[in-house]
């Protein structure tokens, strides 16, 4: 049986990103995903995120014809559109409808042998069908880890082969950022980045029947700390 998400905290983080990506930082993250110059923080940011992106690229099949992945938690939509350049038919989906409309408006009009479908909405909706691959790559580090892996877990209900995701590896610098920023009335800053225990992430992830880990790599670039892991289907 699926996971289902009803009220519950990660329908309420999922609101809360949707909003913010739509409002308060929907020009910040345009110009961040662009060649749109940006100051020496976001620049760390872009660079981490570009190397992140081409590690998870690489981790899917060079060859990705007749397979379809979603891009869960697409943005403006750099992944999908190389994915598809490799073959594969992508749903490229995100909570913020104003970040797939910039997605749809960048995407190239040909990508060679694939295609990409944008859509806006929950990257657990049941209505989007199966995939052979899914890449979430930084939309799960704004949830607690119980939520992280219930995601990941409704996900690999519908996956023939592999799970790639990333999280917020627990650090001093991050866990401090995160304890202080609780303290600010949530008016006033972005969705936290909530850290995560790289043990304590595993363990949890083993509770998911029929996959393991994989390859894990973490990426850091002056602000941009993820790490990267790749779960398989077991048989």
Known sequence: MATQFSETPYTAQREALATYFDSTARQAWIDLTSDTKVSGIRATVRAGRDEMRQVLLGWLPHDLR?????????????????????????????????????????????????????????????????????????????????????????????????????????TRLLGAMHKVGKFFPKSDRSPAIVPVDETELRARLARIDGWSIARSQRVSSGFYTSHALELVKRG
Not at 83 to 90: L, M, Q
Not at 133 to 158: C, F, G, K, Q, W
Request: proline content about 3%.
């Open 66 to 170: 007749r397979t379809r992945v979603l891009d869960a938690g697409c943005g403006t939509g750099a992944l999908s559109v190389e994915a598809a350049c490799r073959g594969a038919e992508v749903l490229g989906v995100d909570v913020a409808a104003g970040l797939v409309d910039v997605a749809r408006e960048r995407a190239p009009s040909f990508t060679g042998h694939g295609r990409i479908h944008w859509r806006a909405g929950d990257m657990l909706d049941t209505a989007f069908g199966t995939f052979d691959h899914v890449v979430a790559m930084d939309s799960l580090i704004h949830y607690a880890p119980e939520d992280l892996v219930n995601a990941i877990e409704a996900l690999s209900e519908r996956v023939t082969d592999s799970i790639l995701f990333t999280f917020a590896p627990h």
